[in-house]
């Protein structure tokens, strides 16, 4: 079979998920994830609405053991990886002033974002060299353009990341950039608006609200549209994008990035 193929880790969560979907259509995909349960409903799933198979195995972001036995099983059973998506991190922000924030938790969220989209790309670098051509794609946030949050700490190092592994890479054919999703309708943003509204005494609907007032577009994001900018970076047909950071957010960043 001639069809790319690509590995997604976070596939069980909601971008994940979106990005496997979209590249079905056209890939063969390879979703990985810690939890086997939920890793195989999700995969499941996009085979149903796909009419295509979703391959699942999983692998943990800090353990780079997994990781490898994960490419090399991809690579016994299809004979190729051409696109790899870095989409595994926690949800989980670390907020709070610097006397407070608990620093072992911060390193945490960064080994595991940082640190394990190192280690995917370590493992299927030399497969990606070995044919000459690849496509990475990081999946970072927002927070890598503000100072909101000592979370996004992890999002401009994915930033940076990225730039370098694209330098490294570029000579083998192959393109890396990061994609940043700015506020997207998951389950995990409607926790977020309903825990400022208890904070506030309101409703989540006047906190969606006064978002939404603040971006360009006047809408809050969905998946597929993430997906969509993924999918793109991703195809063969934006080989001359490399090292590139991409915000993906209806215009809330207000920021000039050159």
């Known amino acids: 079979?001639?069809?790319?193929?690509?590995?997604?880790?976070?596939?069980?969560g909601d971008i994940g998920r979106a990005i496997a979907a979209a590249l079905a259509r056209t890939m063969r995909i390879v979703i990985t994830a810690r939890r086997a349960a939920t890793l195989e409903a999700v995969?499941?799933?996009?085979?149903?609405?796909?009419?295509?198979?979703v391959h699942s195995q999983c692998s943990d972001a800090l353990d780079q053991a997994s990781i490898d036995a994960l490419v090399g099983d991809v690579m016994a059973r299809f004979g190729r990886i051409d696109v790899l998506i870095n989409c595994a991190a926690?949800?989980?922000?670390?907020?709070?002033?610097?006397?407070?924030?608990?620093?072992?938790?911060?390193?945490?969220?960064?080994?595991?974002k940082v640190g394990?989209?190192?280690?995917?790309?370590?493992?299927?670098?030399?497969?990606?060299?070995?044919?000459?051509?690849?496509?990475?794609?990081?999946?970072?946030?927002?927070?890598?353009?503000?100072?909101?949050?000592?979370?996004?700490?992890?999002?401009?190092a994915v930033s940076h990341l990225t730039k370098v592994l694209?330098?490294?890479?570029?000579?083998?054919g192959i393109a890396v950039n990061a994609v940043h999703p700015g506020i997207v309708a998951t389950p995990h943003l409607d926790e977020v608006f309903a825990g400022q509204a208890l904070e506030r005494g309101t409703t989540a609907d006047v906190i969606e609200a006064e978002y939404v007032g603040?971006?360009?577009?006047?809408?809050?994001?969905?998946?597929?549209?993430?997906?969509?900018?993924v999918a793109l970076?991703?195809?063969?047909?934006l080989g001359a994008i490399t090292g590139q950071s991409i915000t993906a957010d209806a215009g809330y960043a207000r920021g000039v990035y050159l």
Request: charged share 20%; proline share 5%.
């Open 1 to 12: 079979m001639s069809e790319p193929v690509v590995i997604v880790t976070g596939g069980s």
């Open 43 to 53: 995969a499941l799933a996009i085979a149903a609405e796909s009419g295509r198979p």
């Open 233 to 237: 970076l991703a195809g063969p047909s």
């Open 214 to 229: 603040q971006i360009p577009l006047r809408r809050i994001l969905g998946v597929e549209e993430i997906a969509g900018v």
């Open 166 to 172: 694209a330098d490294q890479l570029g000579p083998h």
């Open 90 to 112: 926690s949800t989980s922000s670390v907020a709070g002033d610097i006397e407070q924030v608990e620093v072992d938790r911060l390193i945490a969220d960064l080994d595991t």
């Open 116 to 156: 394990g989209y190192l280690r995917y790309v370590r493992a299927v670098a030399p497969v990606m060299k070995a044919r000459g051509a690849g496509r990475i794609v990081n999946i970072g946030g927002l927070t890598g353009r503000a100072s909101e949050t000592l979370s996004g700490m992890r999002n401009v």
